[in-house]
């Protein structure tokens, strides 16, 4: 399941007027404020996944063969991984020029997205 892409249950979110009216995703719009206001990242994700990995000791189970152990493995080195990607990700944002778009539940405020 974790090597396949998790879609959050928010992507469906939708106020009928965001993609219609900017053209823009409201769920990938308001991730980016999310993530610029550092109110729930990809780094946070990232520790999450580590301190149940280390809670639920992933790495030290000895009793796990053939796919369960591979699976294992991917946990073990996923937190790490997302990081690494996460960096490079936020060196390509700063990079870019910043965008802002108005959502309608803050009256059309603008809003910066990253």
Known sequence: MMRKQIVMPAHLMDDGEHTAVKGRNLFVDFSSVAEKTSTYTAMDYADIMEHLNKKW????????????????????????????????????KQKSKGQSTPFSWVFDREVTLV
């Open 57 to 92: 000791r992933v790495a030290e189970r000895d009793d796990l063969t053939g796919e369960a152990c591979e699976a294992a493995d991917y946990l073990v080195k996923l937190p790490d991984r997302i990081r690494k990607l996460t960096e490079r990700a936020n060196a390509r």
